[in-house]
């Protein structure tokens, strides 16, 4: 093939990459659009018909489609809160949006540990070693080339990770109490009849999405619609028992209590 011919081919690749680009938006805006109509029911707002188990839910998207999704939650939200009551006694629910990165970041600094965390972390994940010369011993350094910088130390025996999830983890109540207040707050102003817990991408791995879950149930009331916007996979199984895959690759954590949104509103679209 001619010089001529991968310059064509490379422009139009180019000439493609907007058209994925659109079908994300496009499959992105579909399903935000469906998620208005499923959440604007009385019953998702009320928190019925979930079988005893708390309101808790998922909506999972593809990593690639994180901007995306995090330009759709404020017109989301602006469409709840503007919607038309159903009947005289009906009003429109106030949205509480909780950005798990923002909530983590004041939790440090109440904690005056912020700065000093920015300041330390280079040290803290240790000196940055390389992967050995060619015919030196391998076999601590699998998966990377000899002589090429290889990755941070397992996360167990990484200081900066030991200090944040010791700090933001289940084991430790102080997530559970700024997630108690922002709600106590919201709820006292009326400015809470669901919640959207957003940024668990960017928490991970000091907060993990299943043991937010676990802890949630303890935060807001059981029949308070709370929704994990979730950049990976959440799959039901056969046993009922769901797996949550982050970013669609990281290994899953089970997790069997939240209802997926995605099944909920394409089983809305089909009905």
């Given at each position: 093939m001619s010089l001529g011919d991968d310059t064509h081919g490379a422009q139009g690749e180019a000439r493609?990459?907007?058209?994925?680009?659109?079908?994300?938006?496009?499959?992105i805006e579909q399903d935000f659009d469906r998620l208005f109509q499923y959440m604007r029911s009385r019953y998702f707002r009320?928190?019925?018909?979930?079988?005893?188990?708390?309101?808790?839910?998922?909506y999972a998207y593809r990593p690639e489609q994180e901007l995306e999704v995090r330009r759709r939650i404020p017109v989301l939200v602006s469409r709840l809160q503007g919607m038309d009551p159903v009947d005289a006694q009906d009003a429109a629910p106030a949205v509480l949006v909780i950005d798990l990165y923002e909530l983590a970041i004041r939790i440090m600094k109440d904690d005056d540990v912020f700065d000093e965390?920015?300041?330390?972390?280079p040290d803290m994940h240790g000196e940055e070693p390389y992967a050995p010369a060619a015919g030196d011993q391998a076999g601590a350094y699998?998966?990377?080339?000899?002589?090429?910088?290889?990755?941070?130390?397992?996360?167990q025996n990484d200081d900066f990770y030991r200090a944040l999830a010791?700090?933001?983890?289940?084991?430790?109540?102080e997530l559970k109490e700024h997630l108690e207040d922002r709600y106590r707050q919201a709820a006292e102003n009326h400015e809470a009849d669901m919640v959207f817990l957003t940024g668990i991408g960017q928490v991970?791995?000091?907060?993990?999405?299943?043991?937010?879950?676990?802890?949630?149930?303890d935060v807001f009331p059981e029949h308070t619609p709370v929704v994990l916007f979730f950049p990976g996979d959440y799959e039901k199984t056969a046993t009922t028992v769901s797996v949550m895959r982050l970013f669609g690759r990281l290994d899953g954590?089970?997790?069997?209590?939240?209802?997926?949104?995605?099944?909920?509103?394409?089983?809305?679209?089909?009905?």
């Open positions: 493609r990459l907007p058209r994925r680009q659109d079908d994300a938006a496009r499959d009320n928190g019925e018909q979930t079988g005893g188990e708390p309101a808790n839910f998922i965390a920015v300041e330390q972390e699998s998966g990377e080339q000899a002589g090429e910088p290889y990755a941070w130390p397992e996360l010791g700090m933001l983890g289940p084991d430790n109540d991970y791995p000091y907060i993990r999405a299943h043991a937010l879950l676990n802890r949630v149930q954590d089970n997790y069997y209590r939240a209802f997926s949104l995605n099944t909920a509103i394409m089983e809305g679209v089909r009905a």
